[in-house]
């Protein structure tokens, strides 16, 4: 569908996405850790998309396996949600994977 | 109002109660929170309720100070949200609180 190839190019072309819900406290985690290693992601707010919102929610789950949210991207690569994510970080493995992203 | 009138009451009545979103991981932990103490609190799922939950979000927020979830009272008392909860839980003051709110 044209929704599941705007997915998979927005996360291609980005090297760090989060599909994230404004007011989820899982969603601000996440985007806080970004925030701490001074990257910026692109965060894709998914309860301010209305009916498209829940599409691509549907699509990303078609697509990675988790309806969930946060649903994070580095490098093209599905990460995961916010236990996923703080995992990486606390174990020191998120720092490089985000430099690799970004082709340092 | 009537609707605060049912809050006070709900939170006077019962030992323990959670205002609560059935999608929402910061709410699923102050209930594992509960389920490991092994007691039982009244949850009351806002997003299941329609309307009445928004309306009685706002109620809570009034009568609190608080508009998030969770929301938690122990022994009619406001307790806060999540991380309110973990950190009394963390500090071994949430077991006293749940005894003597249940006459123990
Ligand atoms: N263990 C997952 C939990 C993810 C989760 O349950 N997310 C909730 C919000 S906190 C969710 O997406 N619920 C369904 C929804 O909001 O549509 C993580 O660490 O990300
Ligand atoms: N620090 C608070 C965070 C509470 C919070 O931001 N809750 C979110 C859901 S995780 C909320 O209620 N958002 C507005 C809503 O869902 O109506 C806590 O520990 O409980
Ligand atoms: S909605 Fe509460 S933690 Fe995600």
Redesign the pocket.
């Known amino acids: 569908s044209s929704m599941e190839e705007t997915v998979k190019t927005t996360v291609a072309e980005n090297s760090i996405v989060v599909y994230s819900?404004t007011y989820?406290?899982?969603?601000s985690q996440?985007k806080t850790v970004f925030k701490r290693l001074e990257v910026e992601p692109l965060v894709i707010e998914?309860d301010e998309l209305g009916s498209e919102g829940s599409q691509l929610?549907n699509v990303l789950e078609k697509l990675t396996g988790q309806?969930?949210?946060?649903n994070v991207f580095i490098g093209g690569k599905h990460i995961?949600?916010?236990?996923?994510?703080?995992e990486l970080y606390n174990k020191g493995e998120l720092e490089p994977m985000i430099a690799k992203a970004n082709g340092k």
């Open positions: 819900k989820c406290s899982y969603s996440v998914l929610q309806y969930t949210v946060p995961g949600g916010c236990s996923d994510t703080l």
